[in-house]
């Protein structure tokens, strides 16, 4: 079974820039679609973007679009969630999440990680 596990999450100031690995410590990635959500404190969790098996992207979250590139590197099973000036309301815990097909919803996905956490402050 698919196995996911978030990393490179952390403390970063406004404007900054970080990237998230999400990393499948089973199965390959390559058959499925990756998502990534994330979920800020007292808020529901949000679909941020995808990156399906035909590398085809889509951008769920409008105050990401633009700043946020998602890829995935198959042959590493390894999914990527570049972001780029960072701003205080990105502070969330971001999820990978693995499904047959990329969706804007929690339902679309079965597979997920347990979470890193992004906070972004001065």
């Known amino acids: 079974q698919l196995q996911l596990v978030e990393s490179g999450g952390g403390l970063v100031q406004p404007g900054e820039s970080l990237r998230l690995s999400c990393a499948s410590t089973k199965d390959s990635i390559h058959y499925y679609a990756m998502g990534w959500f994330r979920q800020a404190p007292g808020k529901e969790r949000e679909a941020v973007s995808c990156?399906?098996?035909?590398?085809?992207?889509?951008s769920y979250a409008d105050s990401a679009h633009g700043r946020f590139t998602v890829t995935r590197d198959n042959a590493k099973n390894t999914v990527y969630l570049q972001m780029s000036s960072l701003k205080v309301e990105d502070t969330a815990i971001y999820y990978c999440?693995?499904?047959?097909?990329?969706?804007?919803?929690?339902?679309?996905?079965?597979?997920w990680g347990q979470g890193t956490q992004v906070t972004v402050s001065t």
């Open positions: 990156i399906d098996v035909g590398m085809r992207t889509f």
């Open positions: 999440a693995a499904g047959d097909w990329c969706g804007p919803t929690r339902g679309s996905y079965n597979r």
